[in-house]
């Protein structure tokens, strides 16, 4: 979750929704976003909405606290039933991120899971997925995961080389993701997720190598490659502003991207969206396939965003702030946006553009239907698609997405 809330328009204290975002939901599926915000340590380069303990202290009390942090996201489950009132849709998918979800209990994480199954029903063959940190879990807490219904996971590998690491001010060991992916199988996972990042300072084109080799030799059956963003107001933005460490360079970032392509697909994996990999279409992340494609999910926890038909919110950022409206019987919502036709449509390009079957032309207009022909003819957009009404990015067209993106929305 960004750690920085966009301005929108007040959020009933109820929750409630306007009437029109309900209409036609039987048609999408729904999915939850639990979000979990503490975290042992800040890694240097994270942005996301996550707390340490010496960063909460004094700061909420008791509300702020991970001990009953479940029984709270339990409160906004309930009140998300209220706010859908008799829709009769059972969950498809639950994400559980952060953060780190697994410095909570694993009996914590399995009673909220257990708090959907109670107030929404899951549906058959549901995916339901938590983030982990190598050196937060163990075999007996991926079992009870298991055991509690947990069927995917997503370990933050982001790289095998310890000099890499220590730049991200990750606390786990080199070979410590790889041996979580053994244990999670013995536990009975279905789909097991390892995460990288490439561009690092420091990092050279041998260590990324080395990672990749790394990741797919633990046996995962999907891999996500995310290249480095230094944002505002880190510590790794304040050591590269001091001159400690270089700034990453786009063109290094495409290098490494290419490496990646080449040898996640030599190994048996294949792209279905810019930055993700699987070795089936059974391993695709269906809950980021909902979130790509529009669906509906409710986000619950603090920052946490939610979409449903239309409508869009986010909680309050601060656990404490998060749990005091809760208890107090309102909507932890900080605030919201009702999206026009317009911005429906430029969000489906932005969106499906980046997956394998890219996005309809028909939603472009004119000026980006001119530059969709003109991405054609520059090798970005692929020929047999584009014949077909779809435009669909090239290995070329991928690393230049964003640029693509800019121009078929006009």
């Known amino acids: 979750m960004p750690s920085v809330l966009p301005d929108g328009e007040p959020m009933p204290e109820d929750g409630a929704l306007p009437r029109h975002a309900l209409d036609g939901s039987g048609q999408r599926p729904l999915g939850f976003y639990l979000h979990v915000p503490y975290c042992a340590t800040r890694c240097g380069y994270c942005d996301f909405n996550t707390y340490t303990a010496s960063e909460l202290r004094g700061s909420g009390g008791a509300l702020a606290s991970r001990d009953n942090y479940a029984d709270t996201l339990a409160e906004e489950i309930r009140l998300a039933r209220k706010v859908l009132g008799d829709d009769p849709r059972p969950v498809e998918t639950v994400f559980v991120g952060g953060g780190t979800p697994t410095l909570l209990p694993a009996a914590d994480l399995v009673r909220m899971l257990s708090a959907i199954r109670e107030e929404f029903s899951l549906a058959d063959g549901a995916e339901i997925t938590t983030e982990a940190n190598p050196d937060s879990v163990d075999p007996r807490y991926l079992a009870e995961l298991r055991e509690g219904g947990f069927n995917r996971i997503s370990f933050g590998m982001q790289s095998a080389r310890p000099h890499v690491l220590q730049i991200l001010d990750r606390t786990h060991t080199p070979g410590r993701p790889e041996a979580c992916v053994a244990e999670a199988r013995a536990a009975g996972f279905d789909h097991v997720n390892l995460d990288l990042i490439y561009g690092t300072p420091g990092e050279s084109d041998d260590d990324w190598r080395a ?118 019987g309102r909507s932890p919502g900080a605030g919201r946006e009702v999206l026009s036709e317009e911005d429906r449509r430029v969000e489906r390009i932005l969106l499906e553009l980046r997956l394998l079957e890219g996005c309809p032309l028909s939603l472009l207009k004119p000026a980006g239907a001119t530059a969709a022909a003109r991405a054609l003819a520059d090798g970005l957009l692929r020929p047999g698609p584009y014949e077909a009404g779809r435009a669909v990015l090239t290995l070329r067209g991928r690393l230049l997405a964003d640029a693509v993106v800019r121009d078929l929305v006009d």
């Open 211 to 328: 990672s990749l080799d790394a990741a797919i030799g633990a046996g995962p059956d999907h891999v996500s490659a995310y290249a480095l963003i230094v944002e505002e107001g880190t510590q790794l933005a304040r050591r590269i502003r001091r001159g400690e460490v270089p700034m990453t360079d786009d063109d290094v970032h495409a290098d490494r991207y290419l490496i990646a392509e080449e040898t996640l697909t030599a190994a048996g994996f294949h792209w279905y969206e810019v930055s993700n990999w699987a070795t089936t279409e059974a391993g695709r992340c269906r809950h980021n396939e909902l979130y790509w494609r529009g669906a509906d999910w409710w986000g619950a926890g603090p920052g946490a965003h939610s979409h449903v038909g239309g409508v869009r919110w986010w909680n309050a950022k601060h656990p404490g702030a998060y749990a005091q409206a809760l208890a107090e």
